[in-house]
């Protein structure tokens, strides 16, 4: 199992990106320490857009040492668990499960693990 909050923490902070004087925003390892407590992983993933959830699934599926350049397509699976097929650029694709504490879950249908 892997954890998410990072890759959630970071991919929450891209619209961020831009102008303004506000203060400097949490780097992302402190966003992820602070919120990690009270933080439902599920409901954050729901809430991204198609972008930021690519960027979600890529990190888990290279933390489970699968090769994956880029993420082009993720579509959520029904069921009991926050389930989604992602679809690499080289056509494989994995199953990525999320639990609500931000452990994931990979399946890989086809893909060579990096050793």
């Known amino acids: 199992m892997v954890r998410i909050g990072?890759?959630?923490?970071?991919?929450?902070?891209?619209?961020?990106?831009?102008?303004?004087?506000?203060?400097?925003?949490?780097?992302?390892?402190?966003?992820a320490a602070g919120n990690e407590a009270s933080l439902n992983y599920q409901a954050a993933v729901l809430d991204l857009s198609v972008g930021q959830r690519n960027i979600v699934m890529i990190r888990a599926i290279q933390d489970a040492n699968i090769a994956c350049e880029k993420v082009i397509e993720s579509e959520q699976i029904k069921g009991q668990t926050l389930t989604y097929?992602?679809?690499?650029?080289?056509?494989?694709?994995?199953?990525?499960?999320?639990?609500?504490?931000?452990?994931?879950?990979?399946?890989?249908?086809?893909?060579?693990?990096?050793?």
């Open 85 to 115: 097929r992602a679809k690499c650029a080289d056509g494989a694709s994995h199953v990525v499960a999320i639990e609500a504490d931000g452990n994931a879950s990979v399946i890989s249908a086809g893909a060579a693990a990096r050793k």
């Open 6 to 31: 990072v890759a959630l923490a970071g991919a929450a902070m891209l619209p961020g990106c831009g102008g303004g004087t506000s203060a400097p925003a949490p780097t992302a390892n402190e966003a």
